[in-house]
């Protein structure tokens, strides 16, 4: 595993890079709003270990619930960066994200993201990205007609029953929208919120799910499938 410093403009930015031995796919991992994809160490490193390049770019915090126009701008540009660092470009690219990172890679996947009436966001899309795993996936974004007409991507989608901050409708959303065009398979996992997803929750939290560990374990193996399929 090692950091890299990047250039975006004038400021820069971090991003974790956990190499593979000849690897055959290169996951970009979006973190959520708390900024730090290394919560999610154990996962990123068990796609390395099944043949992934992981690129993981980090993020300052959000400080509040919802994501400005200008942050969300600034993740996806940075996702982009993030990825063309790495090269590779003979390799697919699936993406990963948790929360608000499933909202960014689903607008990199060609989705239309707005942020209220008249303010759609504009997002280059990433023709690298074929595939998509989201968790606890932010989805309100989308809701707009149209908004995920572009997004033709295979999608394994997981909720938490007792996410108060992204409930499971969110994810459910998403089959509806892109049931006609684009393959789907929405898990709704009956007592987890929505920190359940992360190998290290922010302080604080109370985990619903009696046991976490055990979950991790499985939700790992499904998506080391999904990535490597």
């Known amino acids: 595993m090692r950091k890299l410093s990047l250039q975006d403009g004038a400021e820069t930015f971090d991003v974790t890079v956990i190499e593979a031995n000849a690897p055959s796919r290169i996951v970009l991992f979006a973190v959520g709003g708390g900024g730090d994809p290394e919560r999610h160490l154990p996962l990123l490193t068990c796609f390395a270990a099944c043949g992934c390049a992981v690129v993981a770019p980090h993020f300052e915090r959000f400080t509040s619930p919802r994501a400005t126009e200008s942050q969300f701008l600034l993740r996806a540009r940075r996702l982009t960066l993030a990825l063309e660092s790495v090269g590779l470009p003979d390799l697919v690219t699936v993406g990963v994200g948790h929360s608000i990172g499933a909202a960014m890679l689903l607008a990199l996947a060609g989705g239309l993201a707005w942020m209220g009436p008249g303010q759609c966001l504009s997002i280059t899309p990433v023709e690298r990205i074929k595939r998509l795993a989201l968790l606890a996936p932010a989805t309100a ?12 991507t295979p999608i394994l989608a997981f909720a938490g029953m007792k996410d108060t901050i992204t409930p499971p409708a969110q994810a459910e959303f998403l089959k509806h929208a892109l049931g006609s065009h684009s ?15 992360m190998n290290k929750p922010p302080p604080a939290t109370e985990e619903s799910l009696p046991n976490r560990e055990a979950f991790l374990v499985g ?3 499904e998506l080391c499938r999904f990535v490597t399929c």
């Open 141 to 152: 974004f989308f809701q707009a007609p149209q908004a995920l007409d572009r997004v033709t």
């Open 219 to 221: 939700l790992t193996a």
């Open 183 to 197: 393959p789907i398979d929405v898990r709704i996992i009956e007592d987890a919120g929505h920190f359940s997803f």
